[in-house]
């Protein structure tokens, strides 16, 4: 094992949040690409419909058939990979009552889920300060109920202020939001439904923005738009108001939005809901009825119920335009629900995306588990005579990217973060290395379930707080996480 260390211990950890729609989107390259959908197929009383083949779909991009080259039906997944949920409960995008309200309809559709959900679910809130980390992945609905007993709900300042800065602080905090999930499920196998509970993203349709600001905010959520599919995540939006705000302002103007330019100089606000993004995924809209839990729990049989597509585009431009899809099946009366397009070439990425040093501050700061690359347990040792903590975190082999190297070899680049937060959550000591790690090409190393231990040791400050490791594949940029919630049981 070659190890490197390329950043000193105690380096700037950066909080990640929006301040306003600044990212610039990497320039656009020629070649052939993968586009991955997950398309769920309903009848006409939308129920999912089952045993579908590939040769019952076609897929056209801007009006020309792809050759469909991978096809998974549901359930197909690995079991160590299953598809994934994550439950969004958005305390920032609408009032009070309403979101006493959603709890009250959380409580009973986990009590009446029967105690296990369809997919292993990541719980978090989403408040004036970002992503709360509610609970991680699990499908013990009971555990999921409790974490929401002991969260507690508070009015974010950002709702008493509803002009121009308010809407614009909920946006950002919301795309932020968005990008972290994205993030955090980056380059896992399976498909992640996120579920996010809110009337809608925060509209702009009402914000005084120039057109240069409109254009740079557009091209903030096609970049966003590129990182969900990249993540393969679709979105569903349930709004809790209930029948009440049917005729809202908010979901008249989504019912009649229109999508998103075809080319980024057409910008035009008047009609356009970030609900759009939903949409555009492949997700639904729920609103106007009072029954939240059964429109959850439709969410989650719909999620449990998607195929998975994959085609290399024949589009070949190297511009940033609109690239429309259409899912067709070959039975009557059914619709399909799929993602409509992308922007650019889906192996795209935004700037900061490129930047080794920005993921690992991002997923360390990240209250969120990265699940990228399978870590399979971690061991924490402390020794106090040398004043360090060392640490092995154990992967799964299959999930890291090898290449061949000299004399028959395997060998992957791997990039090892941990920081060391005080009980106020503030870094108290940090510390990462590059580490490239060889194995022989017949070991099995490459293959699920072999075991990758990779170390990394962190000078002691106190003994106490928690720990949060990370490790990214340079070859990839997948990155997986694991964190110790409390370092006095070690010592």
Known sequence: MNQKTYMAAGFWLAAFMLAGPAFAQAPPQAGKATVVL???VVDKKNAPVPNLKQSDFTVLENKTAQPIDGFSAPGSALPEAPARAVLVLDELSTSFDTISFARTKLHKFFKDSGGTLLEPTLFV???QDGLVLLHDYTRDANALDTALSHHTTLVAYQLRNNG???RVDRMNIALACLQQIASSVR???ANTTVIWIAPGFSTIGQMNFDHGMQV???ALIQQIANQLMQAHITIDSIDP??????????????AHFSPLPSQI?????????LRALVV???GNVFYGRDDLDMELAWAYQWASASYTLRYATTNTAANDALRAIQVNVDRPGVTAYARQGYYGLPNQEPAFVQKTQAQLQIALSSSLPYIGLAVLSNSVQMDPKTKTTHITLNLDGGSVAWQSATGGALVCHLDVAAAQFSSSGKVVQATSVVQALQAKADSGVNLRGHTLPVALDLPIKENKGRLRIVVRDEATGAIGSADVGDLRHLQ
Do not use: E, H, K
């Not at 100089?265 to 809901?273: E, G, I, R, S, V």
């Open 38 to 40: 997950n398309v769920t």
């Open 125 to 127: 809130a989403v408040t």
């Open 164 to 166: 121009s800065i308010g």
């Open 187 to 189: 380059s896992y196998p």
């Open 216 to 218: 740079s905010t557009y």
């Open 241 to 254: 108001r209930g029948a009440s705000a049917t005729r809202s302002y908010g979901n008249l103007w989504y």
């Open 265 to 273: 100089n057409q910008a035009t606000f008047a009609p356009l809901d």
């Open 280 to 282: 555009q995924s492949g």
